[in-house]
């Protein structure tokens, strides 16, 4: 056992970390210039910084999000960026029509598309599961349903153009902490599904490739707003997890982990030891001052 947590632990975390990130030295941010990209959630915190990634890189833009507002706003900024091309569809992904007319618009717009971000989620709660289940139903049409249409509606372009989904998920559809239960059932859903699909394109020898990315805790505005006065760590920046996240799509990587090092040593001491991250979880948080609802 001792050698086991010595040498062998060691090392395998060395390889996983080769394994997942030496592609990123071949990342190139001409990669992007002139492709066609959708980003879900872009009006706010880390769609809005992917949006002003992909602006810099010349990419063409097609953002969407509730309000219309912030998105002229983010718009016009891609613009100034040097994007090659940005659009907005306002619109709540709790409507069914939503993800066949943004697809429609990309169609008309561009002929094709490159790229699906999968990144917007609806509002729930950092607290304790109430019982509310009409939330939970809501919540996975937001979160999860919708991914499935978005790619189903892209798929056909995608296959064409040879191109990539990203789906931003979290820790938390890997590990399930307090807090969540709504939000973490819609992130392990993803996971579940898109490794599932990911698997039948190989088979069926489709090249479009499926990022997962498994996030921890970002410093955008309704994160920090939802959780620091449970959580005492200090946030990641949202500008280098937008980064990180479209550096692992273009290198069509199966899965992207940031912060990487918070983030891969949780998931390491889940497979070794899932009571004992279960219980540094909770002692971690300030329970106290969770708001019941
Ligand atoms: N921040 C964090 O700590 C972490 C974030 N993540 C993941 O990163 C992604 C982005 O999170 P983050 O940037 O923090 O979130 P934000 O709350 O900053 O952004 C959410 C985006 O989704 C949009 N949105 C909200 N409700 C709907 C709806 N019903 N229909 C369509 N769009 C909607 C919002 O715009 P509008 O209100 O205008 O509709 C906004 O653009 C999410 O998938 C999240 O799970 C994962 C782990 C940690
Ligand atoms: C509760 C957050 C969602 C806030 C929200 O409703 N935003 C929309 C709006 O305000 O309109 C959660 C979004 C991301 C979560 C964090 C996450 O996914 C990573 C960690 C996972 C861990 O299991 C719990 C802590 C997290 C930092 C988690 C906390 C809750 C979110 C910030």
Known sequence: MGLLLKVFIPLLGAALAFYFYSASENFNEEMLRGKRVIVTGASSGIGEQMAYHLARMEAHLLLTARTEAKLQKVVKRCLELGAASARYVSGSMDSPTLPEELLREAE?????????????IGQSGFTYFNGDVEHVRKLMEINFVSYVALATAALPMLKESEGSIIVVSSIAGRIGGPFTAPYSATKFALDGFFSSLRQELIIDKVNVSI???????IDTESAVRAVSHVI?????????????????????????????????SMLLIRSLAPEFLDSIIRSSYHVENVRRT
Not at 237 to 264: D, F, H, S, T
């Open 211 to 217: 990022t997962l990315c498994i996030l921890g805790y």
């Open 232 to 264: 005492p760590d200090a946030p990641a920046p949202k500008e280098e997890c937008a980064l990180e996240i479209i550096r692992g799509g273009a290198l069509r990587q199966r899965e992207v982990r940031y912060p990487p090092r918070a983030v891969g």
């Open 108 to 120: 008309n717009t561009w002929g094709g598309l490159d790229m699906l971000i999968l990144n917007h």
